[in-house]
């Protein structure tokens, strides 16, 4: 990895490290996912920082970052943008919305209407925006940073499985421990640590950082173990739907990120089995009985980790 790569990365770990404290595996589940040019979202109980770190990390980056805060009134027109009429010259003329952008924050994106929700899925797929007619190509790079409380909650419709496939990882926060909440109680005693957050790389930058993690090698058996992984979902009984080739795509660059992040040229199954939680359960489908007898999606990807044999798979290294 060039020295350079080297010094993005450390940069965005202490950035983040400012402002979310206790957790570090997190922190690196979201570099991966930058990394690997996969979109994120942050799901968790209101008040954890979930938008903080939304925030940290585009504050990170000196690139152009948009915020949506997604309503129940809010229209696809206002995320995508729309034609407006001149009344002088009779003329339309296209405004952009906020998804031009390089960062988009999509703050609490299940309380907007499916039919807003779905505004996004070209644009985090393709890179492109259709309006009126018209294909309009995003900047590079585009990354859709989005922020949701649990289905459970007032308020909320939840996200599409054809919206929920397209993010390349789906990160919890949780409750900090004791040390922790007491340390971000006195963080905050003078300003907010998100004030002293600096920008560590550019645009341009995290395209390389995006360029190098896919040249990373990875050897043919660990993309037949991924397979076999997924492979396992669309059989398991407590499943309605498993894991689509698309999700095995973004397990096999994640775990070419992860290694990337860790400072290799060449992927391990061990990079694989790091990834697979965050990487796949949100994109499963429980069936009913599984779904209202307390079954986690989370545990069902560890419960497979475990019963798909690596065998001579494990002592893997690059090709």
């Known amino acids: 990895m060039e020295r350079q790569h080297q010094e993005y990365l450390s940069g965005l770990r202490t950035q983040l490290g400012r402002v979310i404290l206790g957790k570090p595996e997190a922190i690196e589940n979201v570099i991966i996912a930058l990394v690997s040019a996969g979109h994120i979202l942050v799901e968790d109980v209101p008040g954890v920082g979930k938008t903080t770190l939304a925030k940290a990390l585009a504050k990170s980056l000196s690139a152009d970052f948009k915020r949506v805060q997604f309503t129940p009134d809010l229209l696809p027109t206002d995320v995508l943008g729309s034609s407006v009429y001149n009344p002088h010259d009779g003329s339309f003329s296209f405004k952009q919305g906020p998804v031009f952008t390089n960062i988009l924050l999509a703050d609490e994106i299940n309380r907007a209407s499916p039919r807003t929700q779905s505004s996004l899925l070209e644009a985090m797929s393709e890179r492109q925006a259709s309006i009126d007619g018209k294909t309009y190509p995003l900047p590079a790079p585009f990354l859709v940073i989005a922020t949701q409380n649990p289905v459970e909650f007032h308020g909320t419709y939840p996200l599409p499985e054809a919206q929920l496939d397209r993010f390349a990882m789906n990160i919890s926060l949780g409750y900090p421990a004791r ?17 002293d957050v600096t920008a560590i790389v550019d645009s341009t930058g995290v395209v390389a950082l995006q360029i190098a993690a896919r040249t990373v090698k990875v050897d043919k058996r660990i993309g037949d173990y991924i397979v076999e992984l997924a492979d396992a979902t669309r059989h398991h009984p407590a499943l309605k739907m498993g894991c689509s080739p698309r999700g095995s795509l973004l ?3 994640n775990a070419q990120s992860h290694a990337f992040v860790a400072g290799r040229d060449y992927a391990l199954i061990e ?4 990834i697979a939680v965050p990487t796949l359960a949100h994109r499963l489908a429980l069936d009913t009985k599984a779904k209202y007898s307390g ?3 989370e545990a069902l990807v560890r419960e497979i980790l475990e019963k798909v044999p690596v065998g001579v798979l494990t002592n893997v290294n690059h090709a």
């Open 271 to 274: 990079d694989v089995k790091a």
């Open 179 to 195: 040390a922790q909440e007491v340390a971000v109680l006195y963080s905050q005693f003078h300003h907010h640590p998100l004030d």
């Open 251 to 253: 397990l096999f660059r």
């Open 295 to 297: 079954v986690r999606k």
